[in-house]
C-alpha cells in the first residue's frame, strides 16, 4: 500500500455510470442510472430521458424547487431508500460563493452527485520539532464511515452558516473545544475529490484548518458521534494512513495536505509530485 491508493481512492469515478442533473439549464451533478429510472416515477418533479434528469422547468425559483423536491426525498426516504437522513440542508450551486439554485437534505446530495462542501481540523499539539495529532474514531452508529479513524473536528456545511461559524459550531459539539480557543483555528487551504462511494457519487470540497492546542487540552465528545479521543505522533498517522484503510476515506487528503505543508513528506519521497498534485482537483473543475 502507499500514500498514492489512498488518493486514487477519493478520485475514482466512471462517467458513464451517470447521467447529467439539470436545473435551469445548468448541469449541477449527476445521477446513477438506477436511480434515474427511481426518479421517473415522478414526472411532476423529474423530466428523466437517457442522458439528463432535468428538473421540471416550471420549478423556477430556489423555493419551489426545495420544496418539491423535499416531497419526493422524503416519500423515498419513508420507502428506505435514503438512509442515513439528517435533516440538514445543503445548498446545490455550481460554484463556491453563488447563490444556490435550491437547497437538499444532506443524505441524499450524493445521490444526484451535486457538489458539496465541508469543514476538517486538524488538531494539532507540537513541542520543538515533534508535532502529534489528534485522532478520533468515529461511532458504530455513524451514517457513514463507522468506526474509521477522523480528525479532531470535521463535519459537513450545510446552508445558511459561514464556514468558520460551522466550524465552531462543531468543535463544541464534536470536541468541547471552547469559542475562544476554536476561534485560533488557521484556515489553510482545501482539498477535493470526485468518487464514488456507497452513499453515491461524492463531489466534495473540505476546507481545511489548523488549530494549535495546548499540551493539557483533552478533547471530550458531546454529540455521541465519536468512541474516542487519541493523539498520536505524526509519523504514527502517517504509517497508519499509509498502511491501512482505518482512516475514513477523505481524512487521507487532508493528513497528507498537512503532511507536505509541515514537511513531513518532502520532494525526496518518490511520490511526492504525484501525492501534491492528487490533493485537489484544478481549479473549478467540472463533472460534466
Not at 494549535?212 to 505524526?234: C, H, K, S, Y
Amino acid at each position: 500500500m502507499s500514500y498514492l491508493d489512498r488518493i486514487a481512492a477519493c478520485q475514482a469515478w466512471r462517467p458513464e455510470r451517470y447521467r447529467l442533473f439539470v436545473i435551469g439549464g445548468e448541469p449541477l451533478g449527476r445521477v446513477a442510472h438506477g436511480f434515474a429510472k427511481r426518479l421517473a416515477d415522478f414526472p411532476s418533479v423529474f423530466q428523466v430521458s437517457d442522458r439528463a434528469v432535468v428538473l421540471a422547468p416550471e420549478l423556477a425559483d430556489v423555493r419551489s424547487r426545495t420544496l418539491a423536491v423535499a416531497e419526493v426525498l422524503g416519500r423515498l426516504a419513508e420507502a428506505g431508500e435514503i438512509p442515513g437522513w439528517r435533516d440538514e440542508a445543503y445548498p446545490i450551486t455550481p460554484r463556491w460563493g453563488e447563490p444556490p439554485r435550491m437547497t437538499m437534505e444532506r443524505a441524499a446530495v450524493p445521490l444526484f452527485g451535486c457538489r458539496a462542501y465541508g469543514v476538517h481540523l486538524n488538531g494539532l499539539v507540537s513541542e520543538g520539532e515533534r508535532t502529534e495529532l489528534w485522532v478520533a474514531k468515529r461511532a458504530q452508529t455513524k451514517a457513514t464511515a463507522p468506526g474509521k479513524l477522523d480528525h479532531l473536528v470535521a463535519g459537513g456545511q450545510p446552508h445558511g452558516i459561514g464556514v468558520r461559524d460551522n466550524l465552531i459550531k462543531e468543535c463544541a459539539e464534536e470536541a468541547a473545544i471552547p469559542h475562544a480557543l476554536a476561534r485560533q483555528a488557521v484556515p489553510v487551504g482545501v482539498v477535493s475529490y470526485i468518487c464514488e462511494r456507497p452513499e453515491g457519487l461524492r463531489d466534495d470540497v473540505c476546507f481545511c484548518y489548523d488549530l494549535a492546542l495546548p499540551a493539557d487540552f483533552a478533547p471530550r465528545n458531546t454529540d455521541g458521534e465519536v468512541a474516542w479521543f487519541q493523539l498520536w505522533p505524526m509519523n504514527q498517522v502517517l504509517e497508519r494512513l499509509r498502511d491501512t484503510e482505518d482512516f475514513k476515506f477523505n481524512c487521507a487528503l487532508v493528513i497528507l495536505d498537512l503532511a507536505v505543508r509541515r514537511g513531513h513528506l518532502s520532494a525526496q519521497d518518490p511520490d511526492y509530485t504525484a501525492i501534491v498534485h492528487g490533493l485537489r482537483l484544478p481549479d473549478e473543475v467540472t463533472v460534466f
